[in-house]
Nanobody
Framework: QVQLVESGGGLVQAGGSLRLSCAAS????????MGWFRQAPGKEREFVAA????????SYADSVKGRFTISRDNTKNTVYLQMNSLKPEDTAVYYC?????????????????WGQGTQVTVSS
């Protein structure tokens, strides 16, 4: 099993920045790919970004390209999501997720492990 714990959410004004963290523990070798997803009220969970622990290859949703950056610190088993130029439409609960394999998938159904989520609210 892999345990994921997110932190770093909060309230920020439009144009501001936040950095989310996701600390992984347990059988972390079984989650080579880590992803960030978000879910706004009344909407489906959507892909934000993903990264491989090995090599650091990344993938982003079009809606966040150029504003968000996913990174990882292998020594700390932690994945980060740096969010800049935040917009009110970025408001959601943000979830960290993990999966095995090498492919950076965007469907939440392909991820095996999930954190509890952290709320991000962007005010206009």
């Amino acid at each position: 099993q892999v345990q994921l714990v997110e932190s770093g959410g909060g309230l920020v004004q439009a144009g501001g920045s936040l950095r989310l963290s996701c600390a992984a523990s347990g059988r972390t070798f079984s989650s080579n790919v880590m992803g960030w997803f978000r879910q706004a009220p009344g909407k489906e969970r959507e892909f934000v970004a993903a990264i491989r622990w090995s090599g650091g290859t990344t993938s982003y949703a079009d809606s966040v390209k150029g504003r968000f950056t996913i990174s990882r610190d292998n020594t700390k088993n932690t994945v980060y999501l740096q969010m800049n130029s935040l917009k009110p439409e970025d408001t959601a609960v943000y979830y960290c997720a993990g999966k095995g394999g090498m492919v950076l998938t965007t469907s939440p159904r392909t991820y095996d492990y999930w954190g509890q989520g952290t709320q991000v609210t962007v005010s206009s």
